[in-house]
């Protein structure tokens, strides 16, 4: 099966993880999994593959599946390679070079060869990876999937025992992992440059092109696209700021990589005459492909006031005409404007004005019991705006608001002593154990454990939306222990107060 041809049946798979993304409702992802099912169940015999896009968080990372027969094998068995390829946050897992400083390259295509068909092709295994590198929130999915799904379909222990094998590592007989191109890992990675890396991969494997062609292959895709930018650029009325930013933006992309590939084709002195001739044509075609849109985008008007940096307003309609004028006499002028298809968004709106959160309002040091109190009403304060700031605003309000309250209840305010305890004098904030507190009173004793209560409250609930990685969240079990513990002891010091209530009554009584 040729390289369309497998782009082509993994298109409808594209549109339904789109669907995906949109709305993770059970029922959509059902419709996915039977349309991954489907078009595996078309590879039947060796040379049939397929292509399934796999969603591994936010990123789409596609799959080649192919079915070949076995190197070295008499009988004619059977066996799979797969062909991953993803250059975001999973390409730590691939191999890494750095043969090319300062920059370090990495794998961006990472293949498998001679995996068993009874787990290539088992059900359950499709089904769980699919559905929990889609939907999964209490682990990382990449985490899941090189760490989880891919030893089992590999049989070893770890995805590095097959990148690196060794003397002492268990990998199966004739499973292995083939070297592919290295690649500078973008700074972006989105569905369009997954596409491409797999598309790369198949004309070098599947097209057997060296890497020059399939560079030269790229550029003119690039040129195909500008081109069809430059014929709508014919049929457009005017353009705007944003258009020809576009515009320019693609342009010095295809000359870059058009003197790229020509200098990379001199250095090396190949004997390819295919890839010189690519080369020399397309500075050639390049420069004619450039000249031509600079050409139409001088002579089209420009659609928006002030967009042309002369601050006039270019109008559709020639209103100063002889025949044209008069005709167009009634009609207003800038009436054109209504007709067009585009959505003009506006000027940016800024984010609306709100109440600063000042996190340096804590006090740096607690002395008495009126301070004690005080601390504690800023930092409920403090939590509160925390809570209610909306994710736009403040994406680390969770991160925040735990740290606030661990410096709150573990560094700033002091813990009380035992009744047990070697130092018998009296604290300056919690008093004594045998006397009443000479400030607190019965309603502010009340009050303090409210307030104590409400920020256990939002230390929970903020802990409970912090997003951590498995390393991290053990050493953040610490933490939550840690500071609940001070919480409480601070809450059973503050219930066990003799409030000076009974004091006054008796001095009332006197």
């Not at 699919?130 to 222990?157: I, K």
């Not at 849109?293 to 307003?313: F, H, M, N, W």
Request: with cysteine.
């Amino acid at each position: 099966m040729d390289t369309v041809s497998l782009i082509k049946a993994a298109e409808p798979l594209y549109r339904r993880l789109s669907q995906c993304f949109d709305s993770p409702e059970p029922q959509v992802v059902v419709f996915y999994l039977k349309a991954v099912k489907s078009l595996r169940s078309k590879i039947t015999k060796a040379g049939d593959a397929c292509i399934i896009p796999l969603a591994v968080g936010r990123d789409v990372v596609p799959l080649l599946l192919e079915m070949h027969k076995r190197d070295g094998s008499d009988d004619g068995g059977l066996c799979y390679r797969i062909t991953f390829c993803n250059a975001g946050d999973g390409v730590c897992y691939h191999r890494q070079s750095a043969l090319s400083p300062p920059k370090l390259k990495r794998q961006s295509c990472l293949v498998f060869d001679g995996i068993p068909c009874e787990r290539a092709e088992d059900e359950a295994f499709w089904t769980t990876m699919v559905t929990a590198c889609l939907l999964s929130s209490e682990r990382d999915p990449n985490e899941l999937l090189y760490d989880v799904f891919l030893p089992y379909l590999l049989n070893t222990p770890a995805v590095l025992d097959v990148l690196y094998p060794s003397k002492s590592s268990e990998v199966a007989k004739g499973l292995s992992a083939p070297e592919t191109d290295f690649h500078t890992v973008p700074s972006k990675f989105g569905p369009w440059r997954s596409f491409t890396l797999l598309w790369k991969q198949m004309l070098r494997t599947r097209a057997n092109m060296s890497k020059l062609q399939v560079k030269a292959v790229k550029w003119e895709l690039r040129a195909s696209l500008l081109r069809m930018c430059a014929h709508d650029l014919r049929a457009s009325k005017g353009l705007d700021s944003t258009d020809l930013r576009l515009l320019r933006l693609g342009s010095g992309q295809l000359s870059f990589a058009a003197v790229r590939n020509h200098s990379r084709i001199c250095d090396a002195e190949l004997e390819d005459s295919v890839s010189s001739q690519a080369a020399g044509k397309s500075l050639w075609e390049c420069r004619r492909l450039v000249d031509s849109i600079e050409l139409v985008c001088a002579q089209k008007p420009r659609t928006y006031e002030g967009q042309d940096g002369s601050g006039a307003v270019s109008s559709f309609l020639d209103l100063e005409a002889g025949e044209d004028l008069a005709r167009q006499s009634c009609i207003f002028p800038f009436f054109d404007r209504l007709l067009r298809q585009e959505v003009f968004p506006g000027k940016p709106k800024g984010v609306a004005d709100q109440l600063p959160i000042d996190l340096l309002a804590l006090p740096q040091k607690v002395g008495s019991m009126t301070e004690l109190f005080r601390t504690l009403r800023i930092a409920e304060e403090i939590c509160l705006k925390l809570a209610f700031v909306s994710r736009e605003r403040c994406e680390y309000a969770p991160y925040l608001t735990v740290s606030l309250l661990q410096h709150l209840f573990t560094t700033l305010i002091p813990l009380p002593r035992g009744p047990l305890s070697s130092k018998r004098e009296e604290c300056p904030i919690w008093g004594g154990w045998n006397d009443p507190h000479p400030t607190v009173t019965r309603s502010m004793q009340l009050d303090m454990l409210q307030v104590v209560r409400r920020l256990v409250e939002l230390f929970v609930s903020s802990s409970m939306e912090m997003k951590c990685k498995s390393q991290t969240a053990r050493t953040f079990d610490a933490v939550k222990i840690t500071v609940l513990s001070a919480a409480s002891v601070i809450a059973d010091r503050a219930a066990r107060i003799w409030p000076m209530d009974e004091m006054l009554a008796k001095a009332e009584d006197r």
